[in-house]
Every structure is written in C-alpha cells, then in structure tokens.
C-alpha cells in the first residue's frame, strides 16, 4: 500500500470520513547557491519525489485538528483563532503559522481536519519544515479556494517559518517546493523573484544524483547560520549596498573589509552567486550535450564545497569525508547541500553506481567512528499539488 492510500485510510479512521482531498509538496535539494538567498542573490534548487503529504477536509468552525503519523509523538493536536500566536512550539506552528499567514493576508480561511503523512527526512537539509508549510498551504488554498498564485504561496509559507515559527530563513525553499517543474532545477533571483526552469536531463547524460544523509544533525533556529545571516548583513552595511549581491568589484569590495572572517564569509556569498549564474549558463546551453553539461556543472559543485569549508566554515567531518569519499568512488562532483553543520551531500555519478558509491561513504564512515548514513536518488519532481 503506497503513502497516499495509507494516509487516506489513516484519515478514515481518525476522522470517521474520507477526507475531502489528499495535497502533496516535496522536499528539495539544492543543486547549487548556498546562503546566497538570503543575501538577495541566485540559487538553483530542485524539488524530489520525497513529499509531504496532507488529507484535509474543512469544518464548519474555527478549529484546525492536525494529526501526523510520521512527525511528532503521534498526538493529535487542536488549535483555534486565540492560539494563532507567534513563537508556537512543536512541529504543530508549522501548520498553525500558516493558517496565520493566510489569515494576516486577509485570505478567508476556515477550520479543517488534517492529516499528514512525511517522506521527507527530518533534519537532513531537504527542507522538510517547506514541505510541511506548503502541503497544508496547498490543501487550504484549494479548500477555500483562495486566490493565491504559486509564488505567493511560497512568500505566504516563508512568512510563517520567519515571523510565527521564528527561524531566520531565505525563500528558497518554499519557492522550490510550490514552482518546481518535474525534470527541472528552478533557476530563483531572490531579490526579484524571477524565475526560470532549467532542464537536467541526468539519464541522459548517463548519470544519476545520489542524495546521502549524513545523519550528522544540525539547527538553523539558532547558532550558526543565525551568525552567518548577521555577519553578511553587517558586511553589506560596511559596503554600502543593500544586499551582498549589489557587490560589482569583488576584489575591491574584499580589500575593503578588515576583518578576516568577515572577508571570508563574504567572498563565499560573491563566488558562489556567480557559480550559481555559471551553472544556469551550463546547463542551459542546448548548444551542447547533455555530457558535456554536467561536465561543465560538476567543478562548480566542487568549488562550491570547497567555498564552504574554507570560507563560509559550515561543512563538519562527516559532510566533508562523505563529499572526498564520492569523489574517490567516481563522482565527477560532490558537495554539501542545505544550510550545513550537518546535513546532507549531493554527488554526480555514473548511472547504476549510487549504490555503490553510497556504499564506500559507509565503509568510510564506519573506519572514522561515525554512524552509518542514508541515502536515496534525487528525482527532480514537481511542486506543490493535489496528490
């Protein structure tokens, strides 16, 4: 029995009904442009087959029921107008945070039962809080029939993880997880919103994207990446432009800037804006084969990681030995993905060969003292939908 039907049947019998309809958003990954969205600058993520998955039905008051079967302890939890607050706990102010984004924008949006079922591994940096936040933006939308374009959708979904979850996020993820297209990367300018399709084609090229987990977990509430937002914004200040992407002479900008970690974090954001431009270029280019493509995008993988390890200092010992592993397996380029510390690493490699090559990070990982990781097979999917 597949996720869907599972989830139908789960609703059933929690509920005591069919529910209304079943909508779906995917987890992404982020091919390349790491923390460069919030910046205002380019990334180019794609979404994958692993989803969430919601079965909603509307009621007639203002109360939201939502229970999960994969995320949480398996309660089921009840909300209403008065506990539409900012700073929520649990996984529940994913969902509660979008009723109040929509209600905030003014949208007439009633209760509604809801139950959801997650392919999407937590923690892991395929944005599975996106996931969440468009999947029950997705199935409230289409309930009440709100008229609300998929672009708006994902800054609805942003709002919520921003103002009412509390984590200091770009739109990248919500913009992969509502406007993919099935086959396709999504070219996104942060500042602008434009956006653009851009085919992969990786079969035939004769290569597959193996997805590995590290299980090396990580936070973006807090920490880290909440530094590294602060310290770009501080930089851009220093510079005089509104965002690091309005840089135009980045060796003069760099020479400008004192402090050595800060010229770091910055020469991140510029590089990797430009490798993001680079890759669009590429992989764009029908003047070429889809070989000669992904031979042309695989050194900018590699110098994207490079740029975090060295640079923006947000890789950690499992991500870097998983990426040196693939590579010696026959990857033609491996990278982190996602916001870092942990997390996951994406790599090209021949078709038929993911197995393997996930194979080898393991060994590798069990002889340096790590626990074993995960993997699976990106498929570029499509976005936010009625399953």
Same mark, same amino acid.
């Given at each position: 029995?597949?996720?869907?039907?599972?989830?139908?049947?789960?609703?059933?019998?929690?509920?005591?009904?069919?529910?209304?309809?079943?909508?779906?958003?995917?987890?992404?990954?982020?091919?390349?442009?790491?923390?460069?969205?919030?910046?205002?600058?380019?990334?180019?993520?794609?979404?994958?087959?692993?989803?969430?998955?919601?079965?909603?039905?509307?009621?007639?008051?203002?109360?939201?029921?939502?229970?999960?079967?994969? @995320?949480?302890?398996?309660?089921?939890?009840?909300?209403?107008?008065?506990?539409?607050?900012?700073?929520?706990?649990?996984?529940?102010?994913?969902?509660?945070? @979008?009723?109040?984004?929509?209600?905030?924008?003014?949208?007439?949006?009633?209760?509604?039962?809801?139950? @959801?079922?997650?392919?999407?591994?937590?923690?892991?940096?395929?944005?599975?809080?996106?996931?969440?936040?468009?999947?029950?933006?997705?199935?409230?939308?289409?309930?009440?029939?709100?008229?609300?374009?998929?672009?708006?959708?994902?800054?609805?979904?942003?709002?919520?993880?921003?103002?009412?979850?509390?984590?200091?996020?770009?739109?990248?993820?919500?913009?992969?997880?509502?406007?993919?297209?099935?086959?396709?990367?999504?070219?996104?300018?942060?500042?602008?919103?434009?956006?653009?399709?851009?085919?992969?084609?990786?079969?035939?090229?004769?290569?597959?994207?193996?997805?590995?987990?590290?299980?090396?977990?990580?936070?973006?509430?807090d920490g880290e990446y909440a530094d590294r937002r602060r310290i770009c914004e501080e930089a851009a200040g220093l510079l005089?432009?509104?965002?690091?992407?309005?840089?135009?002479?980045?060796?003069?900008?760099?020479?400008?800037?004192?402090?050595?970690?800060?010229?770091?974090?910055?020469?991140?954001?510029?590089?990797?804006?430009?490798?993001?431009?680079?890759?669009?270029?590429?992989?764009?280019?029908?003047?070429?084969?889809?070989?000669?493509?992904?031979?042309?995008?695989?050194?900018?993988?590699?110098?994207?990681?490079?740029?975090?390890?060295?640079?923006?200092?947000?890789?950690?010992?499992?991500?870097?030995?998983?990426?040196?592993?693939?590579?010696?397996?026959?990857?033609?380029?491996?990278?982190?993905?996602?916001?870092?510390?942990?997390?996951?690493?994406?790599?090209?490699?021949?078709?038929?060969?993911?197995?393997?090559?996930?194979?080898? @990070?393991?060994?590798?990982?069990?002889?340096?003292?790590?626990?074993?990781?995960?993997?699976?097979?990106?498929?570029?999917?499509?976005?936010?939908?009625?399953?």
């Amino acid at each position: 029995m597949d996720q869907l039907q599972r989830l139908r049947d789960r609703s059933t019998r929690l509920f005591g009904h069919q529910p209304a309809g079943v909508w779906a958003a995917p987890g992404r990954v982020n091919l390349i442009g790491e923390h460069t969205d919030y910046n205002d600058g380019f990334v180019m993520p794609f979404a994958l087959a692993e989803q969430t998955l919601v079965a909603a039905t509307p009621v007639d008051d203002d109360r939201w029921t939502v229970h999960s079967t994969t @995320i949480g302890d398996g309660e089921t939890v009840q909300f209403g107008p008065q506990d539409l607050v900012p700073g929520m706990a649990g996984w529940q102010a994913y969902v509660a945070g @979008i009723v109040w984004a929509l209600r905030a924008a003014g949208h007439r949006v009633g209760g509604a039962e809801l139950m @959801i079922s997650s392919t999407v591994p937590v923690g892991a940096g395929l944005s599975s809080s996106a996931a969440l936040e468009c999947s029950v933006l997705t199935a409230l939308v289409d309930l009440y029939e709100l008229p609300i374009d998929p672009l708006d959708r994902a800054i609805l979904a942003r709002r919520c993880e921003n103002e009412f979850v509390g984590a200091p996020t770009g739109l990248m993820d919500q913009a992969a997880s509502t406007l993919c297209s099935a086959g396709h990367a999504l070219f996104f300018d942060c500042r602008s919103y434009h956006h653009q399709q851009v085919p992969l084609g990786l079969s035939d090229a004769g290569l597959e994207l193996l997805v590995l987990d590290t299980r090396t977990p990580h936070a973006h509430v807090d920490g880290e990446y909440a530094d590294r937002r602060r310290i770009c914004e501080e930089a851009a200040g220093l510079l005089g432009v509104a965002a690091l992407r309005d840089v135009a002479d980045a060796g003069g900008a760099l020479a400008r800037l004192s402090d050595p970690v800060m010229r770091r974090r910055v020469r991140h954001v510029l590089t990797e804006n430009q490798r993001v431009l680079d890759a669009r270029a590429v992989m764009s280019d029908g003047d070429r084969t889809a070989q000669q493509r992904f031979a042309a995008l695989a050194p900018l993988l590699d110098a994207s990681h490079a740029s975090m390890r060295d640079d923006f200092e947000i890789t950690v010992p499992t991500v870097d030995l998983a990426v040196e592993t693939a590579r010696e397996s026959g990857a033609i380029g491996a990278r982190m993905t996602g916001g870092g510390f942990g997390g996951c690493i994406i790599a090209l490699v021949p078709e038929g060969t993911g197995d393997a090559v996930a194979d080898k @990070i393991a060994d590798a990982f069990a002889a340096a003292g790590f626990g074993a990781p995960a993997h699976f097979l990106g498929r570029p999917s499509a976005g936010a939908r009625r399953a």
